[in-house]
């Protein structure tokens, strides 16, 4: 290592005085190599000054990235119940938000994921296809009266449409969707043994620009979602990933049944998980054990079906839909406290739930082939 420092030194000495000549300041040159002595002599180049170039604009883009990522962090700490004793919530429950939108596929809607922004939605669906939603439009449509939108012009109404773009390319159902952070890149995964990328920027295209295909179907696992929201974090999780090593295992963690889902906290410190023994768990990494049991989601015990349990935007409450009446559990994440039941109104079974990281907006997605969008509304306060 030391070794490879010094051939590094010398090499940025060489292209220092090379650039000095280059530039036309022979006597500082002359000085300088006097001292560092290379060999063999350095001619005229300009290697350096493009090299520093090159430098500040990857340390540019590095900023603006940063800048993107937290100009849309949530609010708050997160949960961190090492340190925390008397916590005052920030946030709403999931009984004061309210339905602005829904929207409609052929057949089962089994997959949603937020933009790292909050601006946009994507949902999946058994029918192949893919929807992507804007946020503000969805808004904007639920606060116009009936009357307004009548009036509307079919141009306007292309205009204000919340579903900005619709995705035909997977020959099977759609099982999974993730955002990149700060490209307008989506990534779909799918039974039909493919990952596919598309640049939902472009309104002409609808299908895919890549693929990568796999040896079996994807299966839907809600993974963590939140990663992006902070690229400390993001780095902390990967060093665990690069090791190759398992560095923790909940063994029996929901009583033999299947668990459905797990996600990291804000601060990696923990992770949430569902089963289908309709149980939530909130696990503490660097102890290996169970912290807290949020229960009460199911009168039998045992869920049929597979869905999620995920955090609110600021981790003051963990929600989980109940399978048999399609409501919406809500929990105080710090002391599992139950909260008022959300009716989620969908005639099917919720397949999966995803939160704004960023406000007070969660999708739910159903057997009942309906994806709606939930908005906490400042006028209901």
């Not at 409609?104 to 909050?118: D, M, Q, V, Y």
Request: a neutral charge; aromatic letters at 8%.
């Amino acid at each position: 290592m030391e070794n490879m420092e010094v051939k590094h030194r010398e090499l940025l000495y060489r292209l220092m005085i090379s650039q000095l000549f280059y530039d036309g300041h022979k006597e500082m040159a002359v000085a300088l190599a006097n001292v560092i002595k290379p060999h063999p002599a350095c001619p005229p180049s300009d290697r350096l000054f493009n090299v520093f170039k090159m430098g500040l604009k990857v340390e540019d883009e590095k900023t603006e990235n940063n800048d993107m990522t937290n100009n849309f962090v949530a609010p708050g700490s997160g949960i961190d119940l090492e340190f925390e004793t008397e916590v005052q919530s920030i946030s709403a429950e999931a009984a004061l938000y309210e339905t602005c939108y829904v929207t409609a596929h052929k057949l089962p809607c089994r997959c949603a994921r937020f933009h790292p922004t909050g601006q946009i939605i994507a949902t999946g669906s058994e029918d192949c296809s893919i929807k992507i939603l804007d946020v503000e439009r969805m808004l904007a449509k639920s606060a116009t009266p009936v009357e307004i939108i009548a009036m509307e012009t079919p141009q306007q109404q292309m205009e204000n449409h919340p579903v900005i773009r619709t995705l035909y390319d997977h020959a099977a159902e759609v099982t999974c969707l993730d955002f990149h952070p700060y490209e307008q890149i989506l990534a779909s995964g799918s039974k039909d043994f493919s990952i596919r990328f598309f640049e939902y920027s472009k309104p002409s295209v609808k299908k895919a620009y890549k693929s990568i295909q796999e040896a079996a179907p994807l299966s839907y696992r809600h993974t963590t979602s939140n990663m992006t929201r902070n690229r400390c974090q993001l780095e902390s999780k990967w060093k665990h990933l690069l090791s190759s090593k398992c560095t923790t295992t909940f063994k029996m963690a929901h009583q033999g049944q299947e668990v459905c889902s797990a996600v990291f906290s804000r601060n990696a410190k923990y992770v949430l998980s569902s089963g289908k023994d309709s149980l939530v768990k909130l696990w503490e990494l660097s102890t290996n054990r169970c912290l807290i049991v949020y229960t009460g989601a199911g009168a039998t015990g045992k869920m049929e079906h597979r869905t999620n349990a995920i955090f609110n935007h600021t981790e003051d409450y963990v929600l989980f839909p109940d399978e048999k009446t399609t409501s919406l559990c809500c929990w105080d994440s710090r002391n599992a406290e139950r909260q008022k039941l959300l009716s989620l109104g969908h005639n099917g079974v919720v397949r999966t739930i995803q939160h704004s990281p960023t406000g007070p907006a969660f999708v739910s997605c159903s057997e009942d082939f309906r994806a709606r969008f939930w908005y906490r509304k400042a006028t209901t306060d």
